[in-house]
């Protein structure tokens, strides 16, 4: 087996490797830091491999946090009987990988999104990673896979 076979197996079997307490202490530092920031290297570097991720300029790693449960929303103002108002137990139509996305692109207008993946959660959280890639980057320019995928002009 290769690295990121032996990666991708220490997270399905997190109990065999004993990274219940790693994980533990991660979480209380990551519930005190900012909804979005931007880490040093990726948490699974076996998904983020899978996105196109690669150890130089021009690639960044955001993690971002999403708050967990049904989301509320505003009370209309007509006519209508409390029961019908709809307010709470709204869920979104859009998943919460993808609001995560999202609200990296917000931050880091930039980049481009190359894709995300669900690193951890808590009883009030979620985080996700998001691969990020600067297309203006010269170390990027000269990379052909990210080139032919996103650089390359589409043919009608």
Do not use: C
């Not at 007509?78 to 029961?83: A, F, T, V």
């Not at 930039?110 to 669900?118: D, K, Q, R």
């Not at 170390?139 to 032919?148: G, R, S």
């Amino acid at each position: 087996m290769g690295l990121y076979k032996y990666l991708s197996e220490i997270y399905r079997k997190i109990e065999k490797y004993n990274i219940n307490e790693l994980i533990r202490r991660r979480l209380i530092e990551w519930r005190k830091e900012p909804g979005v920031i931007r880490v040093e290297k990726p948490t699974k570097l076996h998904v983020a491999r899978k996105f196109g991720y690669k150890a130089k300029q021009g690639f960044v790693v955001v993690r971002v946090r999403i708050r967990k449960g049904a989301l509320s929303k505003p009370r209309p103002s007509s006519g209508r009987r409390p029961k019908r108002m709809g307010v709470y137990g709204y869920s979104p139509s859009i998943s919460a990988r993808k609001i995560a996305e999202q609200r990296a692109k917000r931050k880091y207008s930039n980049l481009n999104v190359l894709g995300s993946y669900y690193v951890a959660e808590d009883g009030k959280y979620k985080w996700f990673e998001v691969v990020m890639v600067d297309l203006n980057n010269p170390v990027v320019k000269a990379d052909k896979y990210i080139y032919n995928e996103y650089l390359k002009p589409k043919s009608k």
